[in-house]
T-cell receptor, first 118, second 108 residues
């Protein structure tokens, strides 16, 4: 029944470690995203993939590497974690809205993964 | 890129009150969404509203694209309406740009 799911929901790790967050959507959408929400609740896009192809990369450090094995999955791997990486990471997906213009993509968000780096 | 500004930043109301949240955007957006982030952190889609007016129960939204603003109305507020409300405009083909949010607190 879940539309966009993420695992894990919580992730606590030490500086310097490498970790991954997984995202899956069962909505049949062809575009997926990663957003970061900082401690002040500000949400900002990190990456966007369309049919497994990278479309948007918003000046995110190279330590962040998204991987899309198929259009239903978009995973986020983070190397050499830093204190400043602590945040909530949201996955989202979208598809052109039926009957709408080409640019109309309503986005649906997963429950978020709270990453804490100590 | 586009700028999205929301007002007010904080709003505290008693249960049963009505409220209006505003979202201004700096340039044309080709869609606009409203979200509610509940106290558990979930982002819930409220409206996808590039223009015009939509209603869903006690909530309604109006976007006037030519004047670059959108309004979210909440009537007869309930404590479960508490949380942060975000609007987000789409820039280009796929990128959503979020406002800073309005934190709504409904007291019983």
């Amino acid at each position: 029944d879940t539309a966009v799911s993420q695992t894990p929901k919580y992730l606590v790790t030490q500086m310097g470690n490498d970790k991954s967050i997984k995202c899956e959507q069962n909505l049949g959408h062809d575009t997926m995203y990663w957003y970061k929400q900082d401690s002040k609740k500000f949400l900002k896009i990190m990456f966007s993939y369309n049919n497994k192809e990278l479309i948007i990369n918003e000046t995110v450090p190279n330590r962040f590497s998204p991987k899309s094995p198929d259009k239903a999955h978009l995973n986020l791997h983070i190397n050499s974690l830093e204190l400043g990486d602590s945040a909530v990471y949201f996955c989202a997906s979208s598809h052109p809205t039926a009957g709408g213009p080409l640019f109309s993509y309503e986005q649906y968000f997963g429950p978020g993964t709270r990453l804490t780096v100590t | 890129g586009i700028q999205v500004e929301q007002s007010p930043p904080d709003l505290i109301l008693q249960e049963g009150a009505n409220s209006t949240l505003r979202c201004n955007f700096s340039d044309s957006v080709n869609n606009l969404q409203w979200f509610h982030q509940n106290p558990w952190g979930q982002l819930i889609n409220l409206f996808y509203i590039p223009s015009g007016t939509k209603q869903n129960g006690r909530l309604s939204a109006t976007t006037v694209a030519t004047e670059r603003y959108s309004l979210l109305y909440i009537s007869s507020s309930q404590t479960t309406d508490s949380g942060v409300y975000f609007c987000a405009g789409k820039e280009g083909a796929q990128k959503l740009v979020f406002g800073q949010g309005t934190r709504l607190t409904i007291n019983p």
